[in-house]
C-alpha cells in the first residue's frame, strides 16, 4: 500500500486546514487508516483513525469537536478536516494505514506517508 499525503502549509490561529491522503496498490486488505503528527522534539502521537470496514472514527481527546476524519465514498481517500486551530497544533502530519482489525485504532500502522506540515502561527 502506498500513501500520499496532501494540503497542510501556514496558517493562522483559530483557521481551518483540511489534509487528504490517498491510498494505491493493495488496498482492499485496508482495515484503518489513521493520523498522525510529530511536532519538534517530540514523539509521533496518534490524531485520528477512520475503519474502513464500519465507517467508525476515533480521535485523541486533543482534537475532539476540532477535526475530523472522513473517507470519500468511492475512493482510497482520507481527508482529516481541522478546524479552530490551536499554535500547538503545529507538527508534521503523517498518514498511515494497516491491514490489522484487531488492535486499537492508534497502534500497529504497517505502512505510512510522507509527512506534511502544518504550522499554525498564534
Known amino acids: 500500500v502506498q500513501l500520499q499525503a496532501s494540503g497542510g502549509g501556514l496558517v493562522q490561529a483559530g483557521d481551518s486546514v483540511r489534509l487528504a491522503c490517498t491510498a494505491s496498490?493493495?488496498?482492499?486488505?485496508?482495515?484503518?487508516m489513521g493520523w498522525f503528527r510529530q511536532a519538534p522534539g517530540k514523539v509521533r502521537e496518534f490524531v485520528a483513525a477512520?475503519?474502513?470496514?464500519?465507517?467508525?472514527?476515533y480521535y485523541a481527546d486533543s482534537v475532539k469537536g476540532r477535526f475530523t476524519i472522513s473517507k470519500e465514498t468511492g475512493k482510497n481517500t482520507v481527508y482529516l478536516q481541522m478546524n479552530s486551530l490551536k499554535p500547538e497544533d503545529t507538527a508534521v502530519y503523517y498518514c498511515?494505514?494497516?491491514?490489522?482489525?484487531?488492535?486499537?485504532?492508534?497502534?500497529?500502522?504497517?505502512?505510512w506517508g510522507q509527512g506534511t506540515q502544518v504550522t499554525v502561527s498564534s
Open positions: 498511515a494505514a494497516r491491514n490489522k482489525d484487531y488492535l486499537p485504532p492508534e497502534a500497529g500502522y504497517d505502512y
Open positions: 496498490g493493495r488496498t482492499f486488505s485496508t482495515y484503518y
Open positions: 477512520f475503519n474502513w470496514n464500519g465507517g467508525r472514527t
